[in-house]
């Protein structure tokens, strides 16, 4: 089984920055995308930032030229690096794993999610 455990999140002032990461544990054979989403108050899931196993990389319009994804393959982990936060950057931030375990089975997990709250 594999296991998602998310951190860095917390409260940060309007421009200020934050990284969260997202470390896969478990029987692991290959991860291959990673995404961030987050959900706020009365609204939908909404995605972030993805990064495929071959690099493409794609970001939400409202986060494009302030939040940058990275991975670390060798951890199996994934980053996201926030700058320049907004209030309306305030959410519940989700990691999102697509790979194949040790039995070559798919698995589509989630982290727990960790909130993100910009606010002076």
């Known amino acids: 089984q594999v296991h998602l455990v998310e951190s860095g999140g917390g409260l940060v002032q309007p421009g200020g920055s934050l990284r969260l990461s997202c470390a896969a544990s478990g029987s692991i054979f290959m991860l291959n995308h990673m995404g961030w989403y987050r959900q706020a108050p009365g609204k939908e899931r909404e995605v972030v930032a993805t990064?495929?196993?071959?690099?493409?990389?794609n970001y939400g319009d409202s986060v494009k030229g302030r939040f940058t994804i990275s991975r670390d393959n060798a951890k199996n982990t994934v980053y996201l690096q926030m700058n320049s936060l907004k209030p309306e950057d305030t959410a519940v931030y989700y990691c999102n794993f697509l790979g194949n375990d040790s039995s070559r089975v798919v698995f589509d997990n989630w982290g727990q999610g960790t909130q993100v709250t910009g606010s002076s």
């Open positions: 990064i495929t196993s071959g690099q493409n990389i």
